[in-house]
């Protein structure tokens, strides 16, 4: 929750300033930051789901694994697309494309989980509600790379 009240002030700060961000630099910062949220989530899920729960953990262990790869591709992708970035390159779109995809099915597998929660079909001691908050953060990531948000 830290790093995300560390990106609300400076995004914040960002407004505040009134200075531009380029479409590419900002599609690789929300890259960065939020595939690292993704992936951290996903431990938090597995911590809080009971060890029966097997196929569960699974799921979570290949999306886990998949944000993490993400992860090391958007700060390969930063590295590699050298300054200034005055254009959304293919390779940048298609990581995008990746990205939106697999956090889509991130969001949607939250809320089945959180459902499953409510349901009593899981077992986890996860406070109540918090899935459909942490799914709101994947609807955010893929929503902003969809819509080409730039703050």
């Not at 953990?57 to 005055?86: C, G, S």
Request: aromatic share 6%; hydrophobic share 40%; charged share 25%.
């Amino acid at each position: 929750m830290i790093r995300e009240a560390e990106e609300t002030i400076s995004v914040f700060k960002l407004i505040q300033s009134g200075k531009q961000v380029s479409p590419a630099d900002a599609t690789l910062h929300e890259n960065h930051f939020w595939l690292r949220q993704m992936a951290d989530h996903l431990r938090y899920i597995s911590h809080y789901l009971d060890p029966s729960n097997h196929e569960l953990h699974d799921r979570v262990r290949e999306m886990t694994k998949k944000f993490d790869n993400l992860f090391l591709q958007a700060n390969a992708l930063t590295t590699m697309i050298r300054r200034p970035r005055n254009e959304v390159l293919p390779v940048l779109h298609s990581f995008n494309q990746m990205v939106i995809k697999e956090a889509k099915a991130l969001e949607a597998f939250k809320l089945e989980l959180d459902d499953l929660i409510k349901q009593c079909a899981a077992v986890t001691t996860s406070p109540p509600d918090l899935l459909e908050h942490i799914a709101r953060e994947a609807h955010h990531l893929w929503r902003n790379l969809e819509e080409q948000v730039i703050l």
